[in-house]
């Protein structure tokens, strides 16, 4: 699959975004293929899901709440989510949906041990 199809599939909200190549571009660049492997398109769609939403939520586009779900109200519906604190995500990742499935693939990454005892941490 393209970039743009896993764009289309993860967060078809934003797959019309006049901004998508930008940050599709951007995310390419910041994003290793030798890390990610086979999840390279993902983690590349992830990122640019991830900047789009944070523009958007900047421009006032809506925002996509993260966090666990605090407290509940049934009667005139009122849920509170636990924010970015509730989970422990490094940097902005943990700011919106996509960050956090990013972060979740970074960290799924293998790390490998060298004959020469060397760590290589590859993302």
Known sequence: MTIEQILGAIAPQL???PDKSTH????????????????????VA???AHTLTLKNIASGGGASSVGSVTSKKEGDL??????T???KV??????????IQLDALINGQ???????GEVSIPC
């Open 15 to 17: 797959i019309n975004d």
């Open 24 to 43: 599709i571009s951007l995310a390419i660049q910041r994003t290793s293929e030798n890390c990610f492997g086979v999840n390279y398109t993902l983690a």
């Open 46 to 48: 992830l990122r640019a």
């Open 78 to 83: 009122n849920i509170t989510y636990g924010g």
């Open 85 to 87: 604190s509730s989970i």
């Open 90 to 99: 490094d940097g902005d990742l943990g700011t919106t949906q996509y960050g």
């Open 110 to 116: 293998i790390i490998g041990i060298s004959l020469t």
